[in-house]
């Protein structure tokens, strides 16, 4: 049995495999002297970042925005509860109430002519503050803002004869809501202490006088007006008379002891 003969005693092995380690040791070194030579030489300063990186950083960070707007949870905890329903999602419109819209429509809308002060221009446009048209039947104000209003009118003691464009659909088109809100405001403001107007009321006076396509005449805005629509309970703010009543034993006790 030849084969046997060549098979390596542990003595061969050993020796072979120094000798090969040996010659990848000198291989080895030529590579790294190699490697060595053609090395870059180093230099200073720094290289920017690549232009397509940058985007991509960009777009990821876009993602990253569009993620947590959608699958945050509003951070909350209680996310991770299984029954947990995230709060729906349309926006929470807030109650703007009447005299705040009014506010901004008469600051864009009536006080280039009635004046920021609502004292109009002497002679000109006629005072909103203490006018018994505007803090007199509610009706009397929606016909002027649905229609206008024109000819020679006697406002607080002085006679004014100009024309007031007309705020309902045949004019500037204002929602009913901005219209009530406007009412309200100046039969509020600057002294006046009027009932406010509500948008189911001017909604009614809008169907009424819509179609109305002349502007009033100051004689005929007090003819046929309809009833007073009863103004809206206003709730009262509750008076804490509890706490009150509390602290006047309080004293009683402090005053026996
Ligand atoms: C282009 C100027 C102009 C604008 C804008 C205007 N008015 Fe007038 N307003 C007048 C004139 C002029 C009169 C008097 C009309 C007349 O002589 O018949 C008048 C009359 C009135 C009257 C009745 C008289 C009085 O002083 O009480 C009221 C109420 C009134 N306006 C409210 C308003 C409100 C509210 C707005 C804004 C939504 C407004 N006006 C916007 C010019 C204007």
């Known amino acids: 049995m030849s084969e046997d003969n060549k098979e390596p005693t542990p003595a061969n092995q ?7 380690a040996a010659m990848q040791d000198e291989q080895m070194q030529d590579i790294h002297a190699q490697l060595i030579r053609e090395k870059e030489e180093p230099s200073e300063g720094f290289s ?13 960070g876009f993602w990253g925005g569009i993620y947590l707007v959608t699958y945050s949870g509003e951070f909350s905890a209680k ?15 807030r109650e703007i109430p009447l005299p705040e819209i009014g506010a901004k429509v008469y600051r864009n809308q009536c006080a280039q002519c009635h004046q920021a002060d609502g004292n ?5 446009y006629p005072p909103l503050g203490g006018s018994s048209w505007v803090t007199g ?35 500037l088109n204002l929602k009913p809501k901005e219209i009530a809100g406007v009412i309200t405001y100046v039969r509020q403001e600057w002294g006046n202490e009027a ?7 001017i909604e009614s006076y809008l169907e009424a006088y819509a179609s109305r396509s002349t502007p009033w005449q100051a004689a005929e805005l007090r003819e046929d007006l309809g009833p007073v629509p009863e ?24 005053q026996a002891g």
């Not at 996310?79 to 419109?93: E, G, L, M, Q, R």
């Not at 109009?120 to 000109?124: E, F, K, P, R, Y």
């Not at 016909?143 to 007309?166: C, D, F, K, Q, S």
């Open 120 to 124: 109009g221009l002497a002679g000109v």
């Open 79 to 93: 996310a991770f509860d299984p029954d947990y329903k995230v709060a729906s999602t349309a926006p929470v419109v």
């Open 48 to 60: 920017p970042i690549p232009v397509f990186l940058v985007f991509v950083i960009m777009v990821l």
């Open 195 to 201: 009932s406010e107007m509500s948008v189911e009321m």
């Open 14 to 20: 050993g020796k072979e495999s120094l000798e090969k």
């Open 231 to 254: 103004p809206a309970p206003e709730a009262e703010p509750e008076e804490d008379t509890e706490g009150e009543a509390e602290a006047a034993a309080e004293t009683e006790v402090a």
């Open 137 to 171: 039947h509610p009706e009397v104000m929606a016909r002027i803002l649905i229609n206008g209003l024109n000819g020679p009118i006697e406002v607080a003691g002085n006679t004014y004869n100009g024309n007031m464009p007309a705020f309902g659909p045949s004019g």
